[in-house]
């Protein structure tokens, strides 16, 4: 009788409260949704899963076909990247077409959901399509096919992306330009890069354009040959905005402590800068499931991703790559390694999750 009797005073108490809650959208909004819990300016967004390694995995394309999946993406993000959807090897599949479905679809369910779009990526050495790796096409026949690609795809966009990863891992580890896997680099030379920034400004001069690469969260051979790149082409006047950060962190190694200061050594040279993809993935544990331990350990690396962003005044977009292990590309990259992501195949939210937020909380506090 006792136990009734307080349930039913609890749903009263409830049930009073409910108006109030509905009176204060922005408070309640801010409670559990990362993007809102963001500071004004400060874009927290994820990959939208499709294409890449999904195509070969048990599962229907998970931004079309995943209901829940898809009602988290326009819930807790204000920023979407394709994760693959606006590569070469998709968007432009044959010389003479193009194929947009999928990043129309992305772009427009972005702008219903009052979200930025990311571009991602106009020249790169991977998932290029066959007809143009295997093309043999002179020189001038290359110039022109990256210029037209450039000028279509990022003209089709135009005023509709906030940030475009204009070129993508264009050094090694080493701080050596991929003279031999970037086509556009071995076949036209070190200018061919500038010549995309200013194609591309000129199809959107709205858009900010960065430079994308992994490896480079830290003061590195690699971090140190973008530096020293940037310098030069800001002094031609070509038009690079942004350097930005991937992030694909793994638990084996130790934190990239000098992300915050190598993020505004960048800043200091008048660039944008972001965080793009970030993911941290771990062993997998004998039983298969993470330890509490690899949890909390997963948690920190996300939240000190996030810190060192908001510390940076010019760091105003913060990516992860995917939002649940469901969809992740690490296990099928990685043996033996995964749960990279901040919410379970379930859609549960990890501590990682929650260090997002209540990071987010904090600095918007601030
Ligand atoms: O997540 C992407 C996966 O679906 C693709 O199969 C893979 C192919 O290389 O690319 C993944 O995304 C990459 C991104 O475009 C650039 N940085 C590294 C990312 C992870 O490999």
């Keep these: 009788m006792r136990s009734v009797r307080t349930a039913t005073a609890a749903l009263a108490v409830a049930a009073l409260s409910l108006p109030l809650l509905a009176a204060a959208p922005h408070s309640e909004a801010r409670h559990d949704r990362l993007r809102a819990a963001a500071p004004e ?17 048990p599962y229907p394309d998970p931004f079309t076909s995943d209901k829940q999946y898809r009602k988290i993406l326009a819930r807790q993000f204000g920023s979407v990247s394709p994760e693959n959807q606006m590569k070469w090897d998709f968007i432009h599949p044959e010389r003479d077409r193009y194929d947009f479905a999928a990043a129309d679809a992305i772009v427009a369910f972005a702008e219903r959901n009052r979200q930025v779009v990311r571009g991602h990526t106009l020249l790169w050495h991977s998932q290029n399509p066959e007809w143009l790796e295997q093309g043999n096409f002179s020189k001038e026949q290359l110039r022109a096919i990256l210029r037209e690609h450039i000028t279509t795809v990022v ?7 906030q940030q475009w990863d204009v070129a993508n891992e264009i050094f090694d580890d080493q701080g050596r330009l991929r003279t031999q896997d970037n086509i ?8 061919v890069v500038a010549d995309a920034f ?8 709205r858009a900010k354009l960065f430079f994308n690469d992994y490896n480079v969260e830290g003061v590195n051979a690699k971090s140190n040959a973008y530096h020293t790149l940037v310098q030069d082409l800001l002094r031609q006047g070509v038009p690079v905005h942004g350097f930005s950060v991937q992030a694909h962190l793994s638990t084996r190694y130790g934190f990239p402590g000098d992300l915050e200061s190598n993020l505004r050594r960048f800043d200091a040279l008048g660039l944008e800068t ?11 544990p004998e039983g ?17 991703t996030l810190a060192a962003c908001l510390a940076v005044d010019g760091c105003d977009s913060f990516t992860i790559w995917g939002f649940t292990d469901k969809y992740s590309w690490v296990p099928v990259f990685f043996e033996g390694e995964g749960f990279a992501n901040v919410m379970t195949d379930e859609f549960e939210r990890k501590p990682a999750f929650y260090a997002l937020l209540d990071t987010l909380k904090a600095a918007r506090g601030r």
């Excluded at 899963?49 to 995995?57: I, P, R, T, V």
């Excluded at 200013?198 to 001069?205: G, I, L, S, V």
């Excluded at 972001?274 to 997998?284: F, I, S, W």
Aim: overall charge neutral; hydrophobic content about 35%; cysteine-free.
């Design 184 to 191: 556009w680099i071995r076949e036209l030379g070190p200018g």
């Design 274 to 284: 972001a965080v793009t993809e970030l993911d941290v993935r771990m062993d997998v």
């Design 41 to 57: 300016g400060f874009f927290v967004g994820t990959a939208v899963a499709g294409g890449g390694h999904h195509l070969s995995q």
């Design 198 to 205: 200013r194609w591309a400004h000129a199809a959107d001069p």
């Design 155 to 161: 003209g089709r966009y135009a005023g509709r992306i």
């Design 288 to 304: 298969g499931v993470p330890t509490a331990e690899q949890e909390r350990t997963q948690a920190e690396y996300y939240r000190r």
